[in-house]
Nanobody
């Protein structure tokens, strides 16, 4: 129900754009990532008002956006660092079980299968 695309390999300082297409309308959508041996990091959410919230680790470098008409979420990643290397997942929720999307980012009901992002020096 959620399909990510756009991952790949880039050099430090490079950019990538991820796309997530949902088969349903999710009031809350977002992104998380997980690197080998590390915990999941939920780093961006977008709600149906267009409010976007980021974790400090990506603030100023990553830009999330949503096309409501297409149920599609985007992630523009700039100035990539080696520590950004991870599997990136899209997530979404109808959002009728809670109020704040960012506050509930760890309990979204639907996840994609992920797309790998590798940043090398």
């Amino acid at each position: 129900q959620l399909v990510e695309s756009g991952g790949g390999s880039v050099l430090v300082g490079g950019s990538l754009r991820l796309t997530c297409t949902a088969s349903f309308y999710g009031r809350c959508m977002g992104w998380f990532r997980q690197a080998p041996g590390k915990e999941r990091e939920f780093f961006a959410t977008v709600d149906d008002t267009g409010e976007i919230t980021y974790a400090k680790s990506v603030q100023g470098r990553f830009i999330a956006s949503k096309d409501k008409g297409k149920n599609t979420l985007y992630l523009q990643m700039n100035d990539l660092k080696t520590e950004d290397t991870a599997m990136y997942y899209c997530m979404a929720d109808v959002g009728n079980r809670f109020d704040g999307c960012w506050q509930s980012r760890t309990v979204f009901e639907y996840w994609g299968h992920g797309t790998q992002v590798t940043v090398s020096s």
